[in-house]
């Protein structure tokens, strides 16, 4: 059996003011054939070199093809979507033919003139390869789950978990499926249904935990191969944009159905429950007071993950103006800030601007006085699972007794080391302030003493109803509308 691999992952903020060019794609990879060694200590190479290992085990011939990623932004550019689509579908015919086809995408790409990337490469896909080929792919749960994808591939496979900490087990599974279907073994079937939703669902807190806990339940019965619950992701305006429920099973068309339009249901009902209510800012830094030991709060709407900036500063400035102690905020996306300090060398003391450079999201700089403490060239942080996550060259800057993290490289914040590897000590600190929405939850919540998700300014912003969709095909959604399904 021979197995052909590839990937193309970005989320797209089509309410972003940049787009996801080039550039955007090279600040890991892209790699042209050998993610499984060069890039082997990036997310999309620990899911390769799985998919590597278990055609070893199952003597299967493997090959790869693309795989790039890039941080989410704006719509990407059309001629570097295509280039890269067009390596993949290239090296799909020159190397061909195969019996299974996986693909790691994330299901939110857009691109300027394509509302929905992964189902157009899903179909170009599909028209290569023919019926009879095992098509399948791994998504994002926050995706754009369309119909043109759940017809062209015969399996999608969707991280049950957020934090996505579970996408190895779903690309085995994925694996597994395509295999066996090519082996005639399987005949996977799907059904999606659409909970006429918009939200924002962490799966470590109920409601969501138990949903997504009766999934897991639910793969366990007679012919089901797989249930996913696409989130969607609201800060991109697609045609499909949405909460859906996507069940594959074996060859049973009327059960995928019937437990996807089940969980759906189930979701829907708690849809009140489900809506995120966090304190604003003078509200989160009170709650961080009360808490015994290290709260950690979450700057949510500057969130690099989502496709903000990641260089609004309000809650650092609110921060400075209540005189917080034993404190940590990290971190911002200032490649100038960085370089300033850079240039003025460990130990100085200068007048430094942080933040507000990319737009309205960006809010307004902040003009302070700062100690450079620590630079690092290449600096970067534990990812998801096993990976690594680039922050380019980062500096620790000490500002009124905050210590503050500077990067060059845009990205969230996912773990502890994004300070200790600069030499911030984080034991003793009473407030851990980071820009995530919810990643940051898997390896900061082992030290927090409290959580606390905050209502910051910024681009991603949780008022669902008032997003200004001009694409999105069903106008009449939660919560927008109290009861769109009538139930």
């Not at 794609?25 to 060694?37: A, R």
């Not at 609201?234 to 944009?241: A, H, I, L, V």
Request: with cysteine; proline share 6%; glycine share 10%.
């Amino acid at each position: 059996m021979r197995v052909f691999v590839a990937g193309l992952i970005t989320e797209t903020n089509t309410f972003a003011p940049w787009p996801t060019g080039l550039q955007g794609f090279s600040q890991e990879g892209p790699f042209h054939g050998d993610v499984t060694t060069r890039g082997r200590d990036s997310e999309m190479g620990v899911l390769a070199a799985a998919w590597k290992e278990l055609c070893r085990e199952k003597g299967f011939e493997f090959v790869e093809s693309l795989f790039a990623i890039a941080q989410p932004s704006g719509r990407a550019v059309q001629s570097v979507y295509e280039n890269f689509r067009n390596e993949i579908l290239n090296d799909l015919k020159v190397k061909g033919p195969f019996d299974v086809v996986l693909l790691f995408l994330h299901g939110a790409m857009v691109s300027q003139d394509c509302d929905d990337c992964e189902g157009d490469i899903l179909a170009r896909v599909r028209e290569i390869v023919g019926p009879k080929v095992a098509v399948g792919a791994e998504l994002d749960p926050h995706c754009h789950l369309t119909p043109l994808m759940v017809e062209k591939a015969d399996a999608i496979i969707l991280m049950k978990e957020y934090p996505h900490i579970d996408y190895m087990e779903r690309g085995k599974e994925l694996f597994d499926i395509c295999t066996g279907m090519a082996d005639r073994k399987l005949k996977p079937v799907s059904y999606l249904f659409d909970c006429r939703m918009v939200g924002f669902y962490p799966t470590t807190t109920e409601p969501m935990r138990s949903l997504v806990d009766k999934c897991s339940a639910a793969e366990k019965r007679p012919g089901v191969l797989s249930v996913s619950i696409g989130h969607g992701f609201p800060w991109g305006d697609t045609p499909e944009t949405g909460t859906k429920v996507l069940v594959v099973t074996d060859g049973n068309a009327s059960l995928a159905q019937s437990l996807a339009t089940e969980i759906g249901h189930d979701i829907y009902a708690n849809r009140e429950a489900l809506l995120p209510k966090f304190p604003n800012i003078e509200g989160a830094l009170g709650a961080a007071r009360e808490t015994n030991g290290c709260a950690v709060l979450a700057d949510t709407a500057d969130n690099a993950g989502g496709g903000a900036p990641s260089d609004n500063v309000s809650l650092l400035r609110a921060m400075i103006e209540y005189k917080v102690e034993d404190a940590v905020f990290g971190c911002i996306w200032d490649p100038i800030a960085v370089r300033t300090c850079a240039e003025a060398g460990v130990g100085a003391t200068l007048p430094l601007r942080i933040g507000g450079k990319c737009g309205p999201a960006s809010g307004d700089p902040i003009d302070v006085t700062a100690t450079v403490k620590a630079f690092r060239a290449d600096h970067d942080q534990q990812g998801l699972g096993p990976a690594r996550s680039p922050m380019g060259d980062s500096v620790w800057i000490e500002i009124e007794g905050i210590d503050v993290v500077l990067m060059s490289t845009r990205t969230q914040t996912f773990a502890p080391d994004a300070f200790t590897g600069l030499g911030i000590d984080l034991k003793g600190k009473r407030i851990i302030a980071l820009k995530s929405s919810w990643h940051f939850q898997a390896l900061f919540g082992p030290i927090a003493g409290r959580i606390v998700p905050v209502a910051t300014p910024g681009a991603i912003q949780m008022d669902f109803a008032a997003i200004d969709y001009r694409k999105k095909r069903d106008q009449d959604f939660f919560p927008r509308v109290k009861n769109p399904l009538g139930l």
